[in-house]
């Protein structure tokens, strides 16, 4: 055998991390950029020391939550286009159980990122040992088994020469487009120290390629002949085509074969908005030219989508007596979905072999794309021009609140702001290649539907998971992976005071984020869905004991940490920020006050949820029912 290498089980993982590489389309770049860090006693002696000695090309950066680092880095690696990523190093038992959310994140959005919880000891000389859950039933189980449902691949390492193939195995999974997820490699907290003689060959320079998965000629042939018999084709644009940097090949093929885009929360800005059959978000947070289109059409080509209740408005968007599914993913297992017709390929790689298959074809939609587009674009126009009136004020979310409780609001926060009118003029004002970052709240639907990217690439939602958090510790991903860029977290004060942590890492390192806070008050999208599903407004609204709605001063917690902050209660107030904002060095809060009720509501769409099937509210069991209808018209599975 060759040489050895005397080393601890965590210096040979930094040595390894420090060696990995990418190959994509003929070019190679380092995989693993940096690692984000909270140290405890499980980690500091270990990973600590083997940093601290030999970090390499590494970028080492101190988190101030387990998830908010960990959502930075799922952030960073979906920004990288899965082609680069962090890892992630957390203390045992709490530090560890706190990445668990973050895992759900990165799996649900199928996002690549190396956690490295360490875990209880392997001797097992002092236990029970700080942090460790003593389980009655077996003392095999540590918290990190909580990771395993999250896990794309789990392993845990209680002897040095396990680090070898665990990684070697981790590696193949973050690198395969198919599997992309999260691998968690737990340490026990001793081995991380412990010491062995790894052969020299481990640590040589590892290439993983990632090569384009073709379509088979059975698969294009079929597809051609799916596409031919079809009268109206319709493109539903998943995050693969992202992943896959397939965006001017799909303008092309749309463009040549007159079929129009409509987009996920994924695949958004994968293609510009102001491309010419681009129709915009699709299903229930979707717009109402993209819901139309989608009534009409008898195919849809689903290109690196999951096809989520909320694309699918759950499976009552088509008329699925006549609509047939055309499925192009990398992953098998997304291909069978809707019964569609199977394509297991690259987006690339498959648009460009068909795109000349088709020679001769032409959708029949024709002028009814630029005529859904400019309906949508006038109904944009009006949301970003509402005006709150303190009589006869009909917000957008109806028969909600009454005009009392929305002047009550307006009192309350200061504000006559309404969000859609805010939104827009953020849309306006602020760089068209910033990349802006929200997931979870209402402003999600508010985006898919109203944000025009008008660059690729600019608009990240994560909605596979819709992880209150993942918001401004997002933002820091985002800007690390671009340094160039102003990067805007828009987010509900919900999400804000649930984690925000992140903020502080990026003031520290340097790291410009803009945070764009939507103050109404409360869970508000959650309110509209009880208020819309029968029930009363309950524990959704921020009121205090005696019944005060919550004015909170964001701004001055973020001033605080050192952001640069800014107050806004009129769309005047907020593009004077927002100029403002764009020429600090430093991070910024800008403190928006918004109405309730003021986002935007449903557009020809369903979302199937729990309804009470018995209720002592007749609103309540008007809702069943409507749900009963409505699975009447679903497909059912
Ligand atoms: C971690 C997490 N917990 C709970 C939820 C459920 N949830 C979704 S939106 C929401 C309220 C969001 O409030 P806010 O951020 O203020 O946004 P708004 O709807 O008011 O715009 C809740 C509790 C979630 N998505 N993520
Ligand atoms: O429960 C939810 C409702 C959605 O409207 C929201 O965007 C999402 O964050 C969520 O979790
Ligand atoms: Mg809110």
């Known amino acids: 055998m060759g040489n050895k290498i005397r080393l601890t089980t965590a210096q040979a993982l930094i040595k390894f991390l420090n060696q990995q590489y990418i190959h994509v389309d003929g070019r190679e770049t380092l995989f693993v950029e940096g690692i984000f860090t909270i140290f405890g006693h499980g980690n500091v002696l270990g990973i600590g020391q083997a940093l601290e000695q030999d970090a390499g090309h590494l970028k080492v950066f101190q988190g101030k939550n387990e998830q908010g680092m960990a959502h930075a880095a799922i952030a960073y690696s979906k920004e990288k286009l899965r082609q680069k990523i962090y890892a992630v190093s957390t203390s045992s038992g709490p530090g560890s159980a706190n990445l668990v959310t973050a895992a759900g994140t990165a799996l649900a959005n199928n996002l ?31 918290t990190n088994d909580a990771l395993k449902p999250v896990s794309r691949y789990w392993d845990r390492v209680t002897r040095p020469e396990q680090l070898m193939s665990s990684l070697i195995r981790a590696f193949e999974v973050l690198t395969d487009p198919a599997k992309s997820g999260p691998v968690t490699i737990c340490i026990s907290q001793d081995v991380e120290g412990e010491a062995f003689d790894f ?49 001017e090949e799909l303008k092309a093929f749309s463009e ?101 298959r088709l020679e001769g074809y032409s959708s029949e939609f024709g002028p009814l794309i630029p ?20 009589s006869g004020f009909v917000p957008e979310i109806k028969k909600q609140f009454t005009q009392e409780t929305m002047n009550e609001y307006a009192d309350a926060l200061g504000t006559e702001l309404t969000q859609t009118t805010a939104l827009v003029a953020i849309n306006d004002t602020i760089d068209k290649d910033s990349i802006i970052i929200s997931s979870a709240g209402s402003l999600p639907g508010d985006l898919q539907r109203l944000w025009h990217a008008d660059v690729p690439n600019t608009y990240h939602l994560e909605y596979g998971y819709s992880c209150m ?26 999400s804000f005071l649930m984690l925000h942590s992140e903020l502080v890492t990026a003031i520290q390192y340097g790291q410009k984020i803009n945070i764009l806070l939507f103050d109404n008050s409360g869970f508000g999208c959650i309110n509209n869905l009880q208020m819309d599903h029968g029930s009363g407004s309950y524990y ?55 109405l309730p009720k003021t986002m935007t509501d449903g ?6 949820l729990g309804v009470a099937e018995v209720s002592n509210r007749e609103s309540t069991q008007r809702a069943y029912q409507h749900k009963v209808e409505m699975l009447k018209k679903s497909k059912q599975y």
């Open 540 to 594: 959704c609204e921020f009121r205090t004991e005696d019944n005060r709605i919550m004015n909170i001063d964001y701004a001055k917690v973020a001033e605080a940490y050192g952001a640069k902050v800014y107050r806004a209660h009129t769309a005047r107030e907020l593009k004077e920020a927002l100029q403002n904002a764009r020429e600090q060095t430093t991070s910024t809060l800008i403190d928006m006050k918004v």
């Open 199 to 247: 052969e020299e060959a481990f640590f040589q320079k590892r290439v993983h390629y990632v090569d384009r998965l073709q379509p088979s000629e059975r698969e294009l042939a079929a597809a051609e002949q799916l596409i031919r018999s079809s009268r109206k084709p319709l493109i539903l644009v998943g995050g693969g085509v992202k992943y896959s940097e397939a965006g």
């Open 469 to 494: 958090g993942y918001e401004v510790s997002g933002a820091l991903g985002i800007k690390l992976a671009h340094p160039d860029r102003e990067v805007y977290s828009i987010v509900g004060d919900g």
């Open 371 to 390: 005529e859904l587009r400019e309906e949508w674009n006038a109904e944009r126009e009006r949301l970003s021009r509402i005006e709150f009136k303190r």
């Open 603 to 608: 557009y020809d769409s369903w979302w199937n």
């Open 112 to 142: 690549p990122v190396l956690f490295l919880p360490a875990d209880t000891y392997a001797t097992r000389q002092p236990d029970p040992v700080l942090q460790q859950i003593e389980q009655e039933y077996s003392t095999a189980v540590t």
């Open 256 to 356: 040549k074969y007159g079929i129009p885009l409509v987009e996920t929360q994924a695949g958004k800005s994968a293609v510009e908005s102001t491309f010419v059959n681009n129709l915009g978000g699709m299903g229930v947070t979707g717009t109402l030219a993209a819901n139309k289109a989608a009534r009409l059409a008898d195919l849809v080509i689903g290109i690196g989508t999951r096809y989520t209740d909320f694309a699918t408005s759950s499976k009552t968007a088509f008329d699925f007596d006549r609509t047939k599914f055309l499925n192009i993913n990398v992953s098998r297992m997304q291909t069978y979905k809707l019964d569609g017709l199977q394509v297991v390929a690259d987006a690339k790689a498959a648009l460009g072999k068909l795109h000349d």
